[in-house]
Nanobody, 123 residues
Framework: QVQLVESGGGLVQAGGSLKLSCGAS????????MGWFRQAPGKEREFVAA????????YYADSVKGRFTISRDNAKSTVYLQMNSLKPEDTAVYYC????????????????WGQGTQVTVSS
């Protein structure tokens, strides 16, 4: 099993920045892909970004491309999401996810999920 714990959420003004972190514990050696998803009230959970084990493959949703950056530190079993130029429409609960295989945008491809961290962007 793998446990994921997110941190770094909060309230920020539009145009500001936040950096989310997600620490993994347990059978971290089994993790291949790590990703970030988000879910706004009344909406489905949507893909934000994903990164392969070696960081050689990175995917972003079109809505965040150029503003968000995903990275990972395998020695610390941690994945990060640097969010810049935040917009009110980025407001959501952000979830960290991990997969034991190569995965991209579908929630069904991920095996483990964190509890989520709230990000609120005020206009």
């Amino acid at each position: 099993q793998v446990q994921l714990v997110e941190s770094g959420g909060g309230l920020v003004q539009a145009g500001g920045s936040l950096k989310l972190s997600c620490g993994a514990s347990g059978r971290t050696y089994s993790i291949y892909t790590m990703g970030w998803f988000r879910q706004a009230p009344g909406k489905e959970r949507e893909f934000v970004a994903a990164i392969s084990r070696s960081a050689s493959v990175v995917y972003y949703a079109d809505s965040v491309k150029g503003r968000f950056t995903i990275s990972r530190d395998n020695a610390k079993s941690t994945v990060y999401l640097q969010m810049n130029s935040l917009k009110p429409e980025d407001t959501a609960v952000y979830y960290c996810a991990a997969s034991v295989a190569f995965s991209t945008m579908a929630t069904t491809q991920y095996d483990y999920w964190g509890q989520g961290t709230q990000v609120t962007v005020s206009s």
